[in-house]
């Protein structure tokens, strides 16, 4: 590989390094923020609950770059760190999920949840969060793991489908 080469590839994989870092501890003091509100304030109004789930999002998210980054890098001398740390960050993903469920239900038993265009809110924060978790137990070889990870997808294509429909049935009207 030629100097000019290696170098575009040193800048990018820099640049790409920045970007994640930046991105996700930024994305920490907005987590930070956001469970204040939902310890301090009430309740989002009905139309909002989905977006519960939207902190799902950047974890997962952050999981599958980290992943990417350290696998396709050639400045990481070892890769376990990074592995471990992504580990922990899906804990808290795994905090978030519970808590999202949890007052999604109480929205479901309590209040009222209508359809609204902020059901996507479901789908994209719980397929990166899939998609992180089939990371981390294929990277650790753990078959629980991987089979949570599956059975948090069948949520994901019903939720996406009824979504799809709704949504459809809003435009025809």
């Known amino acids: 590989m030629g100097t000019t080469a290696r170098y575009i590839r040193e800048i990018v994989t820099v640049v790409n390094y920045l970007g994640w870092g930046a991105g996700f501890f930024l994305y920490l003091v907005l987590y930070a923020v956001v469970t204040l509100r ?7 109004p009905a139309g909002m609950a989905p977006l519960i789930w939207m902190n799902l999002g950047p974890i997962g998210a952050s999981i599958t770059a980290l992943f990417s980054l350290v696998n396709n890098s050639s400045i990481v001398v070892s890769k376990d760190p990074f592995f471990i740390f992504a580990f922990f960050l899906w804990g808290l ?10 007052l999604t239900l109480h929205y479901l038993r309590n209040l009222h949840l209508p359809y609204s265009t902020s059901w996507w809110a479901f789908i994209f924060p719980l397929g990166a969060f899939v998609n992180a978790t089939l990371d981390l137990g294929n990277a650790f070889g753990l078959e629980m793991m991987n089979l949570f990870g599956y059975s948090l997808f069948w949520p994901l294509l019903i939720l996406w489908g009824v979504t799809i429909v709704r949504g459809g049935m809003a435009l025809t009207r």
């Open 93 to 102: 993903g795994f905090w978030w999920l519970l808590m999202a469920l949890a």
């Open 38 to 44: 939902f310890i301090r304030h009430e309740l989002l």
